[in-house]
């Protein structure tokens, strides 16, 4: 069997290896417009790479879908195809990493397994159209055309569109009839209205709440980073996937500054002490400017403290985000990841209308979707 692969990805990649280390005799060719393969996986987990996560996926994908194949093809069954590719890792708390804390590792892992296996990698191959045939499907590209008897789109999503995705192929897709769920940006930093140059740069460790059309809809701990007009950081990156959901409603996020310290304890400190002085124990010099302009009242100081409020404007573009929320709808392939509509044709990962948040959960449907497609081609 002649199997083509449409992006040298996470996905397209893990796809390969594991369908010639089960089907020996298919030949497959993997088609990657960039040219290099796996330039992404360079850039994940700031350089080191987060592979996974050993916790619960209870709720973490948008869809019971892609939980069902990530739970099958689970932590457990991914570390040990990583492992079998010479990728020694570790845990950092639930976060799986290669123990060299390098992504280049992966990248060079997953490379020589490629090699090894007699998987051909052609790069600069950028496709313009396919065709299904009765008895084979026709791939064009700029350059070239190839038949084989499976095509596989592992092509990504729209993001950071300079490491491959960069979204022409859903161009394809419609012309294929595909239904698309809208794509924008998901995992990246979030405009507010309210004016922050004053505190870029700042991290601050917070309890954040996402209130949406006034209604409290999540809440996380973590860091938040200030930028120039808004504000990023995991917490924010993993507000924004939610958001791009549903991009017309009206959002809120509050930030409790301290959520180590009791309102109430705060509220004893002030009967003792200054406005001025509460925020100069407590907080960083410029986040205490900035809240001691706003001119509060005493009472209305402490809430402000425990839940600093930004109205969302718009999401950061594609260039700055980390997962594609939407992509080509899951109603739209079989429990095998086979297209609904053609026959032979397949799709992996990001390309489909999957996301999760940080900590090494979108990887995971890459890989897991991968294995799953191997095994049931
Ligand atoms: C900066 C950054 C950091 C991240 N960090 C993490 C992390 O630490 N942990 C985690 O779990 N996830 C992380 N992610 C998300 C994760 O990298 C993606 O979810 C994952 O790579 C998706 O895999 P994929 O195979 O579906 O797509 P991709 O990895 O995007 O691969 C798609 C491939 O297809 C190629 N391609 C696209 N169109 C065409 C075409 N028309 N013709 C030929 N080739 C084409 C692309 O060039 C690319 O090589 C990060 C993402 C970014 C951008």
Known sequence: ?????????????????????????????????LDKPLKKILATGNGKCNLGNAGSIKDVYNDEFASLIVDKYDFH????????????????DNLLYPISESAITVRNALLKASEKAGIKIICNEEIDEYVVNDNYIE???KSSSYKCDKLVIASGGKSSPKLGSDGSIFNIFKEHRYQIENINPGLCPIYVKEKTKSLDGIRVKADVTLFKNDKKIFTESGEVLFKEHGLSGIVIFNI??????????KY??????????????????LSFNSPRVLLDSYLNPKLADYIYEKNLKSHTLINEIKGLKFTFDKLYGF?????????????NVKDNL?????????????CLNVDAPCGGYNLMWAFASALHLADHM
Do not use: C, W
Request: net charge negative; hydrophobic share 45%; no cysteine.
């Open 139 to 141: 791939v064009f590209t």
């Open 338 to 350: 086979e297209s609904i509509k053609e026959k032979n044709v397949y799709f992996l990962g990001e």
């Open 240 to 249: 924004s996937r939610i958001i791009a959901r549903e991009l017309d409603a």
């Open 252 to 269: 809120k996020i509050s930030i409790d500054l301290l959520p180590s310290v009791d309102a109430e304890d705060l509220g004893i400190f």
């Open 1 to 33: 069997m002649k199997i083509l692969v449409i992006g040298a990805g996470a996905s397209g990649i893990m796809f390969a290896i594991s369908r010639k280390r089960s089907h020996p005799k298919d030949e497959i060719v993997v088609l990657e417009h």
């Open 77 to 92: 069954t991914q570390r040990e195809f990583i492992e079998s590719l010479n990728i020694k890792t570790k845990l950092i």
């Open 319 to 331: 260039e700055f985000s980390q997962v594609s929320v939407g992509g080509i709808s899951l109603s």
